[in-house]
T-cell receptor
Framework: SQQGEEDPQALSIQEGENATMNCSYK?????LQWYRQNSGRGLVHLIL?????REKHSGRLRVTLDTSKKSSSLLITASRAADTASYFC????????????FGAGTRLFVKA | EAGVAQSPRYKIIEKRQSVAFWCNPI?????LYWYQQILGQGPKLLIQ????????DSQLPKDRFSAERLKGVDSTLKIQPAKLEDSAVYLC??????????FGPGTRLTVT
């Protein structure tokens, strides 16, 4: 079973708008990561947030983490057509090891 | 820095046949991962190596899947015999630490 579940499953917005994706997980974690996958390409690491952090920024990306609710959100500001991709959250379940578990992803479509 | 290399990029086989995938990680990365990504789903970890030792293979169907990492560098994933449900993209990733993973382009396997 997958640890993380993204919401929504799909999102369609206009270029310039902001896109928000959410991730919920089940067990305690050490860190949470967000990855992007463009059509037909491999996954690219976007950002990592540790369990003791609440918010992190990287360029147009803003990630928040609420460990009490076991949830995270990824905000992409001023979206571009090139942001069209699938976005996955990945957690390392705090089971004594570092096994990364991916969610099913949110498919973002940015219309030019 | 050269990325993670995988071959072949595409493979079509009939059920009950055998197939092998090859991965060359980024130089110096001690950890190597094989993931299976079925269409519409997130990547599922099949096996994780630390140098040439197996860290986690709990989701590897060991009756038909096998993997090895020669001399702690290159790795091969084999399926024998293949089933229709093995149709997926097989992703290889490597990391220097336990956090950010660098993914290869993947091998798209179609079993007919």
């Amino acid at each position: 079973s997958q640890q993380g579940e993204e919401d929504p499953q799909a999102l369609s917005i206009q270029e310039g708008e902001n896109a928000t994706m959410n991730c919920s997980y089940k067990t305690s974690i050490n860190n949470l990561q967000w990855y992007r996958q463009n059509s037909g390409r491999g996954l690219v690491h976007l950002i990592l947030i540790r369990s003791n952090e609440r918010e992190k920024h990287s360029g147009r990306l803003r990630v928040t983490l609420d460990t009490s609710k076991k949830s995270s959100s990824l905000l992409i500001t001023a979206s571009r057509a090139a942001d069209t991709a699938s976005y996955f959250c990945a957690t390392d379940a705090n089971t004594g090891g570092f096994k990364t578990i991916f969610g099913a992803g949110t498919r973002l479509f940015v219309k030019a | 820095e050269a990325g993670v290399a995988q071959s072949p990029r595409y493979k079509i086989i009939e059920k009950r046949q055998s197939v092998a995938f090859w991965c060359n990680p980024i130089s110096g990365h001690a950890t190597l991962y094989w993931y299976q990504q079925i269409l519409g789903q997130g990547p599922k970890l099949l096996i994780q190596f630390q140098n040439n030792g197996v860290v986690d293979d709990s989701q590897l169907p060991k009756d038909r899947f096998s993997a090895e990492r020669l001399k702690g560098v290159d790795s091969t994933l084999k399926i024998q015999p293949a089933k229709l449900e093995d149709s997926a993209v097989y992703l290889c990733a490597s990391s220097q630490d336990v956090y950010e993973q660098y993914f290869g382009p993947g091998t798209r396997l179609t079993v007919t």
